[in-house]
């Protein structure tokens, strides 16, 4: 594990202590003291522990590993249970820690946590807050809370594994899997009995293989969608109507560019993201010129060529029954 790892992983704000407990007692440690965060990552590649901060027992590898430990921390008592544990330096700062103290105080039987969105990327501002998927076996029903810890405003996803599957299905048939990220490009906080490391494995496969492949009717609605906000930019005559209508038309042109390359969607800031992955951050750049007051022309011809590259324009001849009521 490389330091910018453990910073993913545990936060910059983490300090280390190798804890001695007396093997025939239950009972506090009976020796403490702390180690270098380079001590921690000599030893942590030899454990099979991922992303967990307690090490298994000291005592109980072979002794090959367990002269490896030594020479790094320095002699250990046969009689005493050793286990390296993280702790924060201060909680408020880590925003890593505080969600672990989110999830050992209110879900304490949880099979597996994830932490994704800006904090698990390591980019996160005093504005973010802590995107949690818990993994509950007993939960009565999936919900989804918005609170605070800490000082950290927390969006929390509970599911049983069950409920967790079918919002994924949902949520791949909408083409917008936010699970599914969080899972496969997050941090995996807690998996008891493997639980996480099998959902984490799925959801990467899940995102690799790509969203259902649109149907005609999916792409005639957009279509048509698209072409008629087009329609109404163009005949716009006052200023603040243009925004309004062009703000409506970068997100639909923005989402038929990417059903048309069967890339996944996202909300707000995410379909930025998506539109930048899938190269088609052109329509961004044309729309921003609008804005700033530098004319629709531009805009307007990207969103042609999205159209043209879904079929072109729909107006007439598109029709919908109405469903049975």
């Given at each position: 594990m490389s330091a910018d790892d453990?910073?993913?992983?545990?936060?910059?704000?983490?300090?280390?202590?190798?804890?001695?407990?007396?093997?025939?007692d239950s009972g506090p440690p009976s020796t403490v003291r702390d180690i270098s965060r380079e001590q921690f990552l000599e030893i942590r590649p030899l454990f099979d522990a991922e992303d967990n901060p307690w090490l298994v027992d000291l005592n109980e590898v072979v002794p090959e590993i367990r002269s490896r430990v030594e020479q790094v921390l320095g002699p250990l008592d046969p009689e005493?249970?050793?286990?390296v544990t993280g702790h924060p330096l201060d909680w408020d700062k880590d925003p890593v820690q505080v969600a672990r103290d989110l999830l050992d105080e209110r879900y304490p039987l949880?099979?597996?946590?994830f932490l994704g969105g800006s904090v698990a990327a390591g980019n996160y501002t005093a504005n973010s807050d802590l995107d949690m998927i818990v993994i509950v076996d007993d939960l009565p029903c999936a919900f989804r809370e918005t609170l605070e810890h800490r000082g950290w405003p927390v969006e929390l996803f509970c599911h049983t594994i069950e409920s967790f599957q079918d919002f994924v299905a949902r949520d791949i048939q909408d083409r917008r899997p936010p699970l599914l990220h969080m899972c496969a490009e997050g941090f995996l906080m807690l998996d008891a009995d493997g639980t996480g490391q099998r959902i984490?494995?799925?959801?990467?496969?899940?995102?690799?293989?790509?969203?259902?492949?649109?149907t005609a009717?999916?792409?005639?609605?957009?279509?048509?969608?698209t072409t008629d906000l087009l329609e109404d930019l163009i005949g716009a005559r006052d200023e603040d109507e243009r925004l309004?209508?062009?703000?409506?038309?970068?997100?639909?042109?923005?989402?038929?560019a990417l059903v048309v390359q069967n890339k996944w969607l996202g909300h707000g800031k995410w379909?930025?993201?998506?539109?930048?992955?899938?190269?088609?951050?052109?329509?961004?750049?044309?729309?921003r010129a609008l804005v700033r007051g530098e004319g629709a022309?531009?805009?307007?011809?990207?969103?042609?060529?999205?159209?043209?590259?879904?079929?072109?324009?729909?107006?007439?001849?598109?029709?919908?029954?109405?469903?049975?009521?």
């Open positions: 453990a910073r993913h992983a545990y936060g910059d704000n983490m300090g280390w202590r190798l804890k001695g407990y007396p093997k025939r005493q249970d050793y286990y949880a099979t597996a946590a984490r494995a799925e959801a990467r496969a899940l995102l690799d293989i790509g969203p259902p492949i649109p009717l999916e792409l005639e609605d957009r279509r048509y969608g309004f209508v062009a703000a409506r038309l970068l997100t639909c042109a923005g989402e038929l379909l930025l993201r998506r539109l930048r992955d899938a190269k088609a951050e052109e329509l961004v750049d044309a729309y022309e531009w805009f307007i011809e990207v969103v042609e060529h999205v159209l043209t590259s879904a079929g072109g324009r729909l107006e007439a001849g598109y029709r919908r029954d109405a469903s049975h009521r």
